[in-house]
């Protein structure tokens, strides 16, 4: 059974527009002369289809080690940033005194 829901965000909205279903349906629900748009009271009428609750559950059970592991990699990925910005100043800079004798 469809349900209508309201997008919290635009870039919610960007994942809906790419499906053949939802352009569908926006082009059918799009007003304007010259240049087509929906608005977002439109958007909140378009129906999205939920799987049950339980399933919903489990996906999200599924998914959770998931974003726990993209999560570590961004925090992995950011300290290596780091830490390479820091070496290559380290290792471009002119030598010291103390290095030259």
Do not use: C, Y
């Not at 059918?28 to 002369?33: D, E, I, P, V």
């Amino acid at each position: 059974m469809p349900v209508a829901i309201s997008l919290p965000s635009m870039d919610d909205r960007r994942v809906f527009d790419q499906t053949p279903i939802a352009l569908e349906w926006l082009m059918q629900h799009a007003t304007g002369s010259a240049i087509q748009h929906t608005t977002t009271a439109t958007m909140r009428q378009m129906p999205i289809r939920l799987p049950p609750l339980t399933t919903q559950r489990v996906i999200v059970e599924t998914l959770d080690p998931f974003q726990s592991a993209a999560s570590t990699h961004n925090e992995i990925s950011t300290i290596a940033g780091k830490l390479h910005s820091t070496l290559s100043a380290m290792l471009m800079s002119p030598p010291t005194e103390s290095e030259i004798q």
